[in-house]
Nanobody, 115 residues
């Protein structure tokens, strides 16, 4: 069973930055797809950004140019650098690892952006 632990969330003013981290309990291998999702109260969990095993990054339009996903396989960690944050970025951010048709989730970290 893979465990993912997120950290780095918090309260920040609009225009500020945060870096989220997700540490996996297993080795992150080159064919794993890592992703970050965001969920707000009463809404479904939505994809924000993903990074495939071939290092192809997909960003939803609302975060392009502001968010950057990266991975450190040696330390089993994936990061989400979030710059120029907007109030609409507020939510619980979940780390996801997709491997061999199995999907694993972290417990989430809260990001709150004040206007």
């Amino acid at each position: 069973q893979v465990q993912l632990v997120e950290s780095g969330g918090g309260l920040v003013q609009a225009g500020g930055s945060l870096r989220l981290s997700c540490v996996a309990s297993t080795n992150i291998v080159s064919f794993d797809t890592m992703a970050w999702y965001r969920q707000t109260p009463g809404k479904q969990r939505n994809l924000v950004v993903s990074l495939s095993g071939r290092d192809y990054a997909f960003y939803v339009d609302s975060v392009k140019g502001r968010f950057t996903i990266s991975r450190d396989n040696a330390n089993n960690t994936v990061y989400l650098q979030m710059n120029n944050l907007e109030p609409e970025d507020t939510g619980v951010y979940y780390c996801n690892l997709f491997r061999s048709s199995a999907s694993y989730w972290g417990q989430g970290t809260q990001v709150t952006v004040s206007s």
